[in-house]
């Protein structure tokens, strides 16, 4: 192993790059189990249970040491409710509003970020960062645009606008937190959080339907479910190791690329011109960002990650 210096300097981006493929292929498949009549709140409980493995992995690897301290607890609580409270809304958006215009609003998210860690914690870039920061701006969108249909707003908006906020602000909590506390004990409370909200999703959930109990119903939610823990578990360490002006738009953007990509060639779907464009923004932009010789957050942390050995 390569001294702390050098190996963190890439750790940020070994993680994230394992969270966009992680979650790309989550994206891809997370709406097949819905589909086969598996409730989406249900799937949040799913996700909630899934949470639990990578979490006692980690705290093993740490030898069982949890930051209690009140800030670290503070911080630990509300990165893990920005992120699940923000899933719960989802829930209540999709049911109320169409999905081509929710997700572009939520997929914004990266601007809370980028603005808040501008602000408050003096994070800068290279002009080659700012470049795809604004290539990644402007590629989120595209990915869920759909020509026609357009629906007023009402409710579902700020549902949507409620959920970019939350998972903005988390991102930032998120890099915040690792100034005061371990990876590993974030993605503790994270999964606190998870599984505290599950009573909610199953007072949420309609019952009177039949729900899929078989093979392709829970069993098929938690085989990608497990794909979206270990993302955030991986995001957690490239918060730790790289700038959150660098990490939110490059997963942002990183993510609904490999999803588009694996759409293509395992779904045989088809992107329309717009989100072509976005491919092409996207691709651009991950590639600036993990390029950017100055991407790393420049916080003295021992490189060990959860990719570094």
Request: glycine share 12%; net charge neutral.
């Amino acid at each position: 192993m390569t001294n702390s210096a050098t190996s963190g300097s890439r750790v940020w981006l070994l993680n994230a790059l394992a969270t966009v493929v992680l979650w790309g292929i989550w994206g891809a498949f997370s709406g097949l189990s819905p589909q086969h009549g598996f409730p989406e709140t249900l799937v949040y409980c799913v996700w909630a249970l899934t949470m639990i493995p990578p979490a006692v992995i980690v705290l093993a690897q740490a030898k069982w040491k949890l930051d209690t301290n009140p800030r670290a607890v503070a911080h630990g609580l509300a990165v893990g409710l920005l992120g699940a409270g923000g899933q719960m809304v989802l829930f209540y958006a999709v049911t109320r509003g169409p999905a081509y215009l929710i997700f572009p609003v939520i997929s914004l998210s990266p601007v809370v970020t980028i603005a808040l860690s501008f602000l408050f914690m003096g994070e800068r870039t290279g002009r080659l960062g700012a470049v795809g920061i604004v290539l990644a701006l402007l590629a989120l969108p595209t990915f869920d645009f759909a020509p026609g249909g357009a629906a007023s707003g009402g409710s579902w908006m700020w549902m949507a606008l409620i959920v970019m906020a939350c998972w903005g602000l988390q991102a930032y909590f998120m890099k915040s937190a690792n100034r005061v506390m371990t990876g590993e004990s974030i993605f503790f409370y994270m999964t606190v959080t998870g599984l505290a909200l599950v009573p909610v999703a199953l007072m949420l959930t309609d019952f009177s339907r039949p729900i899929n109990d078989g093979a392709d119903g829970p069993w098929l939610a938690a085989g990608i479910q497990v794909l979206n823990a270990v993302g955030a578990l991986t995001l957690v360490f490239a918060f730790r190791y790289g700038k959150a002006i660098i990490v939110a738009p490059l997963t942002n953007a990183g993510a609904p690329l490999a999803t588009a990509i694996i759409s293509l060639v395992a779904l045989g779907v088809m992107p329309g011109s717009i989100k072509l464009v976005g491919i092409g923004l996207a691709l651009a932009a991950s590639l600036m960002l993990a390029f950017e010789p100055d991407a790393t957050g420049g916080d003295d942390h021992k490189a060990d990650g959860i990719l570094v050995k």
